[in-house]
């Protein structure tokens, strides 16, 4: 079963534009991360936020986390084609769980 | 740095046959855990293996199996396949285990018929 719910499931914009994905979970966690997967890749690690962090930055990216409401958001912004992929939150409960994911498509 | 290898990259087997998967962590990882992926049920933990030793499993039948050797090298085994079993399965490795940022490997697309 999966802990994350990724919200939405499917987002499609413009070169340039910001993107924002939400993920919300269910039970208390150490750690909580973003990873991305396209065909020519795989699965990377984007960003990990510990549970006593609510902000954090790496380069285009920006991952909020609330333990008060259990969820998490990813933007990306001014976004590039090459962000074309399906992103999952990943969350440490009682093991590893991963959202079903949401499907940015960015197009030129 | 080597990346996670996993062999073999495509597999195809029959309904009741066993299949045994192989995954070579990045050099100094002693964690590797093993997910599957299928488009129904998306990305499932199986089970994380530390120093040998099986830290966390997942809610998997016992069919699943893995170890780890002392290279940290790990193997799953799954028998008795079924139709359903039919997945992309994918190892991943960390220095300090599945909490924190885990390196994957391309995975092993299994087919059983």
């Known amino acids: 079963s999966q802990q994350g719910e990724e919200d939405p499931q499917a987002l499609s914009i413009q070169e340039g534009e910001n993107a924002t994905m939400n993920c919300s979970y269910k039970?208390?966690?150490?750690?909580l991360q973003w990873y991305r997967q396209n065909s020519g890749r795989g699965l990377v690690h984007l960003i990990l936020i510990r549970s006593n962090e609510r902000e954090k930055h790496s380069g285009r990216l920006r991952v909020t986390l609330d333990t008060s409401k259990k969820s998490s958001s990813l933007l990306i912004t001014a976004s590039r084609a090459a962000d074309t992929a399906s992103y999952f939150c990943a969350t440490d409960a009682d093991d590893m769980r991963f959202g079903a994911g949401t499907r940015l498509t960015v197009k030129p | 740095k080597a990346g996670v290898t996993q062999t073999p990259r495509y597999l195809i087997k029959t309904r009741g046959q066993q299949v045994t998967l192989s995954c070579s962590p990045i050099s100094g990882h002693r964690s590797v855990s093993w997910y599957q992926q299928t488009p129904g049920q998306g990305l499932q933990f199986l089970f994380e293996?530390?120093?040998?030793?099986?830290?966390n499993k997942g809610n998997f039948p016992g069919r699943f199996s893995g170890r780890q050797f002392s290279n940290s090298r790990s193997e799953m085994n799954v028998s008795t396949l079924e139709l359903g079993d039919s997945a992309l399965y994918l190892c991943a490795s960390s220095s300090y285990g599945y909490s924190y940022e885990q390196y994957f490997g391309p995975g092993t697309r299994l087919t059983v018929t």
């Open positions: 039970t208390s966690i150490n750690n």
């Open positions: 293996y530390f120093s040998e030793t099986q830290r």
